[in-house]
């Protein structure tokens, strides 16, 4: 399970989906903002304790078009 909460809010938010592999992409977040996330894995004997990111992810707008010559 991953969830999201935004930097200086103590509100974790679940994403939605089903994470099966190391890596996941996450929608819906809001450009500019910073992020911490936390992950905890889940197997038929319940949820285990979540590890969290140490320090919050900014969210960056994608940079424009760029061409290579």
């Not at 969830?3 to 509100?11: I, K, L, Q, Y």
Request: glycine share 10%.
């Amino acid at each position: 399970m991953v969830e999201t909460c935004e930097e200086g809010s103590e509100a974790w938010q679940k994403v939605a989906g089903i994470v099966s592999d190391t890596s996941h992409i996450v929608n819906d977040l809001k450009p500019g903002m910073k992020y911490k996330f936390r992950v905890s894995a889940e197997n038929i004997l319940g949820l285990g304790e979540p590890v969290e990111t140490d320090e919050s992810v900014s969210t960056k707008i994608p940079f424009g078009k760029f061409g290579l010559s």
